[in-house]
């Protein structure tokens, strides 16, 4: 794999990632998660996950609106279909050239900015865009019902290739193949790899070093010779692209945008899985985001009737107040346990997940060869 | 001919004249001291030449090219390369990263997005960067992360980031403070090295240790204004330096 410019390392790292991928729904079985609507989950996060490591794990700046960019992915991605066509590659690449050209103008306004001010700045203009898709935009965004597809929809591109009409609402579909269950996971699962090997090339090549450099001393960088300005200018994009993708791909398997998508809450969500898997190395943010997705799910599953069944064996009163003060943790609860889950990995694990397993691997190793030199403390990258 | 010319530069701080009508002239080729007591505006004066602070009046002229109002990164490009008083270097990368970034910023200009070469296969950069590693002595810990480096050290490696990019103009604001004895004679050694070599430098330094051995002119800088200039016997014995700056004591 010389061709594609990367060290056995880095190629090991790549071939597990794909293996990952490939055997997902048979790794995820035994845990209750093999079924397409989670993985898709996992790898369309994870695409935004690694979109967003690139600005902020790298550049070290904090956007706290990167959920507009998923949002307008999936308002591009559900207007390609309703105008041209149900095939999903024109509504990828719109959804990602859009996220970008967005992310262009916003990040030359925010860049102005560094630090919270930045962040606010960001955060400003994702409210605003949440705000104006439920008032000015409503043509475009059909407000709070959210943009569907119709049976009257024009699809040009279609009626041109003479696509039949179908009697019900038509599927998202590849040249024929339809995006749903397994196909749309392995399409996702695909993308989430593209994304994953261009993330790679990133961290490894120059360009990659100055963003980092930008992260550590940005006035350095600058008194000696590098524009810091377009450098995270182009991380920005390269984050909006990625969160556009990730827009589309929602639109992709559920064919259906609401502004809900850019809400606050969900441009920290982001900042949570990447943070929680570890900001600045190349897997934190997909492992980040599939344990947050996967345990939103079980949690989010749970009901008072569950609840009240698991708590079955104690008596009546003991079993209502346990089923209560668990059903405050999941449900609709999970959040908190999501909060507290944060918290802890914030004080004790600053590094995310990947300081945890860089951490326990030096354990082994310090047990074995005696203390470590203070070498470059390169983060675990092994899958 | 110069490579450098100050002409009548101000700089006021809300009440204070930090810089008072200051002229200045540096060969091409030599090294000039600058030396005054703390507060005199040394730092200051050089803070204008790399487009960290602007000058209220005045002119900047760097090989025919004014330097007023240029970007801090358009002023490292056309050859002017600083070390801090207090050392600026990038803390969390390598001792090898921190010259390799200014190393591609010569190679490669302001920005360039070069994204699909690897930075371990950048081979000629690497050993220009290892080169320079060796001559301040921090070849060893090449791998090591920045931040765990002694003061001298770091001192030491922004000197190499500056001197990897072969500047015309070398600005090192006292570049041997807080350093031992025996490093500051390594540091000398390496100066005077570098000087042989026909880089400009212009030094601010306190220790009279330091200037006499390297200098080739000196400016005096009191309270914002040049109240001295000549070659270092004439300055030792200067009267206005000794009262201004030297306290009288005799060099
Ligand atoms: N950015 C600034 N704002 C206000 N005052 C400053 C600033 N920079 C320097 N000064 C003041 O200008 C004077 C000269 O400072 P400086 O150039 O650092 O002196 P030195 O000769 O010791 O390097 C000092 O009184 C200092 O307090
Ligand atoms: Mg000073």
Redesign the interface.
Known sequence: MNWL???KNDRNLLIGFIVVVLLGPLIMEPIGGGYPDLLQKFAIFGIFAIGFNILFGLTGYLSFGHAAFLGIGSYTAVWSFKLLTMNVIPAIILATLLGGFFALIIGFIALRRSGIYFSILTLAFAQMSYNLAYSVLTPITNGETGLQLRLHDARVVDGLFGVERTAGLPNTELFGLAMSGWNGYYFCGFLAIVGFFISL??F???????L??V???Q??????????R??TL?AFVISGMYAGLAGGLLAVTDPLAGAERMQWTASGEVVLMTIFGGAGTLLGPVIGSAVIKYFENIFSSFNEGILLNAFSFLPEGLQQAFAWTVGLFVGEGWHLTLGLLFMFIVIFLPGGLMEGATRIKSLFQSSTKGSPP????LPVEKS | MPILTVKNVNKRFGGLQALDNVNLEIEAGTVHAIIGPNGAGKSTLLNCF?G?LIPDTGLVDFDGVSLLGK???EI??VGV??VFQTP???????LL?NV???S???R???????????????TSIKEQAMALLEDVELADSA???AC?LSRGDKRRLELA?CLV?QPKLLLLDEPTAGMARADTNNTIDLLKKIASKGITMMIIEHDMHVVFSLAEKISVLAQGTVIAEGLPEEIKGHPKVQEAYLGGAHL
């Open positions: 410019n990367i060290n090339r990133i490894r090549s120059p360009f990659g070093l100055m980092r450099a992260k550590s001393n006035h350095r960088l600058s008194y000696t010779g590098l524009n810091t377009p450098y182009a203070i070498q470059k403390d | 790399i960290k970007k801090p990164h490292n490009q390369s600083r600026e270097i990038f803390g969390d990368l390598s990263e390799m970034i200014p591609f910023a010569s490669d200009g302001a920005f360039r997005v070069n994204a699909w070469s690897s930075v371990e296969n950048e791998q090591v992360i765990q980031m990019q």
